[in-house]
């Protein structure tokens, strides 16, 4: 038989019959770094339109996984994409060094209430180990950047321009120091941040509780109710599942558009939203007769007598009141709750915190008459407190109520909300003016309207991201650093 295979003109390659990627990749690879390829690219590059995309870092705690690999995969497809358009697109990696979970590992590795100089030791060399590893796997996903000179939040430099970007902002009036509650983790003591919150169902004792209307205002209550005078003493009734906070509590809040029921029962006349009314009176066991109706704003600085501290506290009015459960008035402590505390800077209600770092009653906290509740702690307290409201008469139901409740994604329990001094960016604060003093006719501008502006100014893409941004700034509260 005739061999035509050397009168054919067949193509010639270099190209092996088989791929054998598994090999031959993490030399390509090799060979981009040994070239500098990153840095020829620089080289060709230079003085065209730039384009800079700025890299979310992510954070140095962990080998990468599959998000890792998307994420830096699609901003190298961008990088390269701007490159072979004309621009000079330096891809700059970093990592976020600091938070928690890097906290949270050494507390794993080596113990907990180590010192604090040596936290920050073992914190910095954890997260080096971690940059390293993360480093090398993302070479090997072939991402082209400068990896010998990332940024990284722990750098001294970096943490030093921080510092130097604070001070420009104390310089200017914006930063300000105040009590405001937060996410506190009593097993980490520190606060926690809202994506370190998750929700898990809890049984917690729910309980109504009678706050008698002071003697000095019995009048100015019955005026409000259309009435010339009570005839019997009166009660506002409130509905918590956190019996610890009432130490806190600073007022009782009712809504200003709400109708509120002055009802005749065998334990006082009791004052309940209209809406409600019927399912508290079941749940007291109690029947009763309408005298009288209000809103809300009628109520306004009615004084009650606290449950079990000598002292007195207002109804206030704020419309975080809903109709979804309870009696349509709410206990209120700004030291342990936001709305209560968003409602107490209204109408200037102290932050009253009788609760340490450790979740413990500090020692000034006052007695209940069983006992003290200095020492213990706000899940020790709960029992107390029930029953000291039994014993003053003045619990009208409780029972325990299943519900979501928040708790520390790392140690799996139970969080509280507490008052802690922090140190807040003032969203609404004005700058100092531009001459520094007060004294060149214009009024300086808030930093909302700073950030809102500087939106205006931004290109989105895609379009819908600025409307995102837009509702976030306005709505935005102090920000707390």
Same mark, same amino acid.
């Not at 502006?453 to 920000?479: K, N, S, Y």
């Given at each position: ?32 770094? $040994? ?76 113990? @907990? ?28 996903? +072939? ?14 430099? #970096? ?90 509590? $600073? ?36 029947? +009763? @007769? ?41 206990? #209120? ?11 107490? @800077?209204? &109408? +200037? ?25 200095? +020492? ?28 979501? &409740? ?39 501008? #808030? ?22 941004? $837009?509702?976030?700034?306005? #709505? ?6």
């Amino acid at each position: 038989m005739a061999d035509y295979k050397n009168t054919l003109n067949l193509p010639d390659t270099p190209f092996p019959m088989r791929g054998d990627l598994a090999r031959r990749e993490p030399q390509w690879v090799a060979a981009w770094q $040994e070239q500098q390829l990153y840095a020829q690219i620089r080289s060709a590059a230079r003085g065209r339109p730039r384009f800079i995309l700025h890299d979310g870092p992510p954070y140095a705690n962990g080998d990468i996984h599959i998000g890792h690999a998307v994420n830096k995969i699609l901003k190298d497809i961008i990088v390269r994409a701007k490159t072979l358009a004309g621009f000079d697109a330096p891809y700059i990696p970093g990592w976020d060094c600091h938070g928690l979970p890097i906290e949270h590992q050494i507390e794993k590795l080596h113990g @907990k209430h180590l010192p604090a100089d040596r936290v920050r030791e073992l914190c910095r060399a954890f997260a080096s180990a971690q940059i390293e590893r993360q480093k090398r796997d993302f070479i090997r996903l +072939g991402v082209l950047g400068d990896w010998q000179r990332p940024y990284l939040t722990m750098n001294f430099q #970096t943490e030093a321009d921080e510092i130097r970007a604070l001070g420009r902002i104390l310089e200017q009036g914006y930063l300000y120091q105040g009590l405001k509650p937060v996410n506190w983790c009593l097993d980490c003591r520190s606060a926690l941040a809202e994506a370190e919150v998750e929700y898990e169902d809890k049984t917690s004792q729910a309980i109504d509780v009678a706050f008698r209307v002071h003697a000095n205002h019995a009048a100015k209550l019955a005026h409000a109710f259309g009435l010339t005078h009570l005839r019997a003493p009166a009660f506002a009734v409130i509905w918590t599942t956190t019996p610890w906070t009432l130490p806190a509590n $600073e007022a009782v809040s009712a809504h200003p558009d709400f109708d509120y029921e002055l009802i005749e029962t065998a334990k006082g006349s009791l004052i309940l939203v209209r809406e409600l009314a019927d399912a508290c009176l079941r749940r007291y066991g109690l029947s +009763g @007769k309408a005298i009288g109706s209000a809103k809300g704003a009628a109520l306004e600085h009615v004084l009650l007598e606290h449950p079990f501290q000598k002292r007195e506290v207002a109804i206030i009015c704020g419309r975080h009141v809903t109709l979804e459960a309870g009696t349509g008035l709410v206990h #209120t402590a700004p030291a342990h709750g936001t709305d209560d505390y968003l409602i107490g @800077k209204v &109408y +200037g209600l102290p932050v009253n915190n009788p609760v340490a770092d450790d979740g413990c009653f500090v020692a000034t906290t006052p007695a209940l008459a069983s006992g003290p509740l200095a +020492g213990r702690s706000v899940w020790e307290a709960n029992p107390l407190v029930v029953q000291e409201l039994a014993d003053q008469n003045l619990l009208l139901a409780a029972e325990p109520l299943q519900h979501s &409740y928040p708790h520390c994604w790392r140690h799996k329990t139970p969080i509280i909300f507490r008052a802690t001094t922090q140190w807040f960016v003032g969203m609404e604060q004005r700058a100092v003016s531009a001459t520094g003093n007060g004294q060149d006719g214009e009024e300086a501008p #808030t930093l909302r309207w700073c950030a809102e502006r500087a939106v205006d100014e931004t290109q989105f893409f895609p379009t819908w991201g600025r409307a995102r941004l $837009e509702a976030m700034i306005r #709505t935005r509260p102090d920000w707390c650093v």
